[in-house]
């Protein structure tokens, strides 16, 4: 800048358009829109011949200059340095910020003079010459260290009666570029603004410019532009604020919509909720004759158990009778030494039979046991559908007394694993005396033969004691038939059960899914209270007048006590 010739006459407030804004509509609420105007008016003051901005970003004051620099006709060179990477106060950003910047620019200011430099502002230095620019611009790293370090390396490259701008200078920002600026501006000519993170315009090089803008009276304009941004964010805002009215107001009908749906659907839910629990309740009383059945059962089966074993006791002891008789027997026996090993064979398929006839005892209470755990598994069963009404409160202590009552199962187990032992202990004993009795026939085989007469009469005896078996093994195996069919019926209530399980499961989850809908209906009527709270609050403000000239105060009103009541009934529900 050659000097105060190339000024413009004089300082003129304008009211530009800014044509980048037609592409970026949200560059007049950034940071640097409230400076746009004064950036503008700054370069028809000046006229420069060169302009540099280190941090260009969106470009919201690159494009203001450059605006200016196209209206004018300057014919003004505007060089923009940026990595277009991020740093620590922006964030990481991607190509896309580049790819805005320069589309911008292809678009609207495609014949001016325009260089972007992508790199550091360090590696920018050699790319522009000393003293060559009238105008540079620092809105990069806004730590006082980074400030310092840009002020005092790009310094040289001002020209004679050139301006600097630094922004972020506002005291309430709490970056290091307001100390700095604080410090600065003690040693230099200079304005500042306060809106919009601040602005400051230092004249470290001449103060020309500064005296000349003083002469234009222009401490008195700079509240025109702070005034102006303020005005022009306040409009901003309130055309926002309406809009959100509007949009409040859909949301709000489409709130009461939802909640109309949701009414029916719950009402659906409901009705289906009261069939189901018919259904369980009828279940329920069903099951329970069904289990008192099968407790009756149960009961004629254990007593025919108990009939059983103590026909099978006294079998035993016709057994011990009929050894006793053999004992006594034995002179005769002697006499028979050529039927010594039929007779011996007989007393030891006697021995199997008795053995046969103790694992089926014991089979019987195995299956006995697996009956009582069935109960205890029907019961089990109905106190958990009794606990599902009253909404599983009693379940664990229903755990509880099923876990004793298997470890009593498992006692009772215990004590018959014992009576097995006890047994086997018997049928030792029995084969024990058999070969006793063998011995003894053998040494007896000469006087068996003398004694025919007796022989036969004994095989009698045998041929009785064999019927009676025969007799047993017919009713055994009516009992394992009869215990057959009673397992069926055993399997066939278990599947019930299982079925009944599946249905009290998936009425687990619909009252999941219901208590889901009601707690999400909650914080919309909450949401929606808030939102009526905040507009009955603020009637004379911009929402309550787009309210009442869309809908009318009173239809406002009524949305409103309806959206409530229809709030606090669900609430309660």
């Not at 003293?131 to 370090?149: E, K, P, Q």
Request: proline share 2%; hydrophobic share 35%; net charge negative.
């Amino acid at each position: 800048m050659s000097g105060s010739t190339l000024f413009h006459p004089g300082w003129s407030i304008s009211t530009p358009r800014f044509s980048a804004d037609e592409l970026h509509p949200l560059m007049r609420v950034y940071p640097w829109a409230g400076h746009r105007g004064f950036g503008y008016d700054l370069v028809r003051f000046l006229r420069p011949t060169r302009v540099v901005e280190l941090g260009v970003h969106w470009g919201t004051s690159y494009f203001a200059f450059l605006q200016a620099v196209h209206d004018e006709k300057l014919g003004c060179e505007c060089v923009g340095v940026d990595t277009w990477r991020g740093d620590g106060h922006t964030g990481p950003y991607g190509e896309d910020v580049y790819q805005n910047v320069t589309g911008t620019i292809a678009k609207f200011f495609a014949g001016e003079r325009t260089r972007l430099l992508r790199m550091t502002f360090d590696e920018a230095l050699a790319e522009v010459e000393d003293g060559s620019a009238d105008l540079i611009h620092i809105d990069g790293f806004h730590t006082y260290d980074a400030v310092a370090h840009d002020f005092e390396t790009w310094l040289p490259k001002l020209a004679k009666n050139g301006v600097m701008l630094f922004h972020d200078t506002a005291d309430d920002t709490g970056y290091g570029s307001a100390k700095f600026w604080g410090e600065l501006s003690e040693k230099h000519p200079s304005f500042s603004f306060a809106h919009s993170w601040g602005l400051g315009v230092l004249f470290p090089k001449g103060d020309a410019p500064h005296r000349r803008m003083v002469a234009q009276n222009f401490g008195d304009k700079a509240g025109v532009y702070e005034f102006r941004a303020r005005y022009e964010l306040a409009c901003i805002e309130r055309e926002d604020n309406k809009k959100m009215a509007v949009d409040r107001l859909e949301a709000i009908q489409n709130q009461s919509r939802m909640i109309g749906e949701r009414d029916g659907a719950i009402e659906s839910l409901r009705r289906e909720l009261g069939e189901v629990r018919g259904e369980a309740r009828r279940d329920d009383e069903r099951r329970t004759g069904e289990v008192r059945e099968q407790k009756a059962a149960i009961e004629r089966l254990s007593r025919e158990v108990k009939s059983a074993s103590d026909m099978a006791v006294e079998r035993l002891g016709a057994i011990r009778q009929q050894s006793e008789m053999i004992a006594s027997r034995d002179a005769v026996i002697q006499k028979y030494r050529e039927r010594e090993t039929e007779l011996d064979e007989r007393a030891r398929a006697l021995a199997r039979e008795g053995e046969a006839r103790r694992a089926a005892e014991a089979e019987l209470r195995g299956r006995l046991e697996e009956i009582q755990r069935s109960l205890t598994s029907l019961a089990t069963m109905r106190a958990e559908h009794e606990g599902v009404r009253a909404q599983l409160g009693e379940a664990l202590r229903e755990r509880e007394a099923i876990l004793g009552e298997v470890r009593s199962l498992a006692m009772a187990a215990k004590a018959q694993g014992e009576e097995n032992q006890r047994l086997r202990a018997l049928a030792a004993g029995l084969e024990e005396r058999s070969g006793e009795l063998g011995a003894t026939l053998r040494q007896r085989e000469a006087e068996l033969r003398s004694e025919r007469e007796d022989h036969e009469r004994t095989r009698g005896v045998a041929a009785a004691l064999s019927r009676d078996l025969e007799a047993s093994r017919g009713d055994l195996a009516t009992r394992e038939r009869e215990h057959r069919e009673r397992l069926k019926v055993i399997e066939s209530l278990r599947k019930t059960i299982e079925e009944k399980n599946a249905v009290i499961e998936e009425l687990r989850v619909l009252t999941g899914k219901l208590n889901t809908d009601i707690e999400l209906l909650e914080l919309r009527t909450e949401r929606l209270e808030r939102i009526i709270e905040a507009a009955a609050k603020d009637r004379a403000g911009p929402w309550a007048r787009a309210l009442a000239a869309l809908r009318g105060r009173d239809g406002m009103n009524g949305l409103a006590g309806a959206v409530k009541a229809s709030a606090e009934e669900y609430r309660k529900a």
